[in-house]
Each structure stands twice: as C-alpha cells, then as structure tokens.
C-alpha cells in the first residue's frame, strides 16, 4: 500500500538518505522539511500517513515540534517516530517517555527503513 | 543477486555518497583541526563543541552508506568531545589516531 511519509531533519544528507530509501525501496511518496517550523506547516498542508522526525535541530527541537504537532487537532492524529544517533539508555527513555509511537536510530539500514517503519505502526 | 529494487537503491546511495562527499570531508576536517589543536594543547572549547557536532552527524549517517566502522569511529570520537575537559598527551594521541582512520574509511569506500 502507497503511504506518505514526511520526514523533518535539518541534516540534508539524511534527508536524502531517508527519502530515496522509502521511495525506492517501498514506493511510498515523500515530503521532506529542513525544519521543525517547516515540518509544521508540511504536516498540516500534506496531512502524511506518520512523521519521521528528527530530534537535535536547530530552532526548534525534535521534541517542542512533536507536541506542537501533538497540540494542532490538523495533525494531532498523525503517528510520529523520532529518528535519533543518540543511543544513550537515558535518551532513549527521555524520547519513548515523549509519548511517540517509535524510536528508530541513526544510522538506520536504507534497505530496511521502510520495514522497520510499517513494523513499529503495524502496517501491513 | 541483487533484487532490482535494491540494485537501483546501491546505485542511488553511490550517487548520494558523491554528492554528499564534500559534507562529509568538511566535517573530518572539523575533527583534524580539532585533533591538532588538542596536541598543541589549543583546543577552545568552541572547537571541541564544533568537534562533538561533527563527529555525531558522521555517526548518524556512515553506517548508512555501509561503513558502520566509521560510525562506531565518530561515536568514540564524539563521545571523546563530550565527556574531554582537558585532553592530556595519551588522549590527542587517540584523538588523532581515530579522526584519521575515519579519514580512511571514507577515502576507502567504493
């Protein structure tokens, strides 16, 4: 099934990464947002099946953006997974205490990116 | 074999790596800079944020285009840069022996 996926993080090569691995790999459509500014308005304007976010941005962090994500009822309902190279227990329990649906780690496989999406949201 | 969508994948990635590469050498340049400020015992403590940065963005995306030793080099490297307050001898020693086996691993990979 096609899915659209947004994807915010101000590293433009991850960016990429990501992009190329869900639209080769899986076919599914891709938004991308350089910021948690520009993910807000993405989100809302592109209304994406899940959100694969970023967390150390500059301006605004992985984290505000998600509860303002959380905060607008336009995209409150969109399922969020954090994408993180912190791999720190303490971290990883401050991102998952968040209340996002996933945690995945950078640097992730391109070849199973997509897997490991559909896994965590239960998609078919 | 290579399953054709995995195939067109490896040669997306490669051409990534390439448009990326200059990103890349920017930020071991960070590192060598830092490396060799921390054995002339110069190492400001802007230089070693700049260091920690850029050793957690090449931690976060090597493993990605199939070096997974780089990331694990850039993870010690910024784990260095965090917890360093005032690098001794031994120390730059190690921090310069990491920054340029990432400089090898990059320069290596096909």
Same mark, same amino acid.
Request: charged letters at 25%.
């Given at each position: 099934?096609? /899915? /659209?996926?947004?994807?915010?993080?101000?590293?433009?090569?991850?960016? #990429?990464? !990501?992009g190329l691995s869900?639209?080769?790999?899986?076919?599914?459509?891709?938004?991308?947002?350089?910021?948690?500014?520009?993910?807000? %308005? /993405?989100?809302? #304007?592109?209304?994406?099946?899940?959100? &694969?976010?970023?967390?150390?941005?500059?301006?605004?962090?992985?984290?505000?953006?998600?509860?303002?994500?959380? $905060?607008?009822?336009?995209?409150?309902?969109?399922?969020?997974?954090?994408?993180?190279?912190?791999?720190?227990?303490?971290?990883?329990?401050?991102?998952?205490?968040?209340?996002?649906?996933?945690?995945?780690?950078?640097?992730?496989?391109?070849?199973?990116?997509?897997?490991?999406?559909?896994?965590?949201?239960?998609?078919? | 074999?290579?399953?054709?969508?995995?195939?067109?994948?490896? #040669?997306a990635?490669?051409?990534?790596?390439?448009?990326?590469?200059?990103?890349?050498?920017?930020?071991?340049?960070?590192?060598?800079?830092?490396?060799?400020?921390? !054995?002339?015992?110069?190492?400001?403590?802007?230089?070693?944020?700049?260091?920690?940065? %850029?050793?957690? $963005?090449?931690?976060?995306?090597?493993?990605?285009?199939?070096?997974?030793?780089?990331?694990?080099?850039?993870?010690?490297?910024?784990?260095?840069?965090?917890?360093?307050?005032?690098?001794? !001898? &031994?120390?730059?020693?190690?921090?310069?022996?990491?920054?340029?086996?990432?400089?090898?691993?990059?320069?290596? /990979?096909?």
């Amino acid at each position: 099934m096609t /899915r /659209r996926i947004l994807i915010i993080d101000d590293e433009d090569d991850i960016r #990429e990464v !990501a992009g190329l691995s869900l639209e080769t790999v899986a076919g599914w459509e891709v938004v991308l947002a350089d910021s948690g500014a520009q993910g807000l %308005a /993405r989100a809302a #304007e592109h209304q994406p099946d899940a959100i &694969l976010l970023d967390v150390m941005m500059p301006g605004m962090d992985g984290p505000t953006t998600f509860r303002e994500l959380r $905060k607008n009822p336009i995209t409150s309902h969109i399922p969020v997974i954090l994408l993180t190279a912190k791999v720190q227990s303490s971290d990883q329990k401050r991102f998952a205490d968040l209340g996002v649906e996933a945690v995945l780690f950078k640097p992730f496989d391109p070849l199973t990116l997509s897997d490991q999406i559909s896994t965590e949201l239960g998609w078919e | 074999m290579d399953a054709p969508g995995q195939e067109n994948l490896s #040669e997306a990635l490669d051409r990534l790596w390439t448009q990326f590469l200059p990103l890349v050498n920017e930020r071991i340049a960070i590192l060598e800079a830092a490396a060799a400020a921390s !054995a002339t015992k110069r190492l400001s403590a802007e230089e070693m944020e700049a260091a920690k940065s %850029a050793a957690h $963005k090449l931690a976060g995306v090597l493993g990605s285009y199939g070096l997974p030793r780089g990331t694990q080099v850039a993870r010690e490297l910024e784990t260095m840069y965090s917890c360093l307050k005032d690098p001794g !001898a &031994l120390l730059s020693a190690h921090l310069a022996s990491l920054t340029a086996e990432l400089r090898i691993i990059v320069e290596t /990979r096909k």
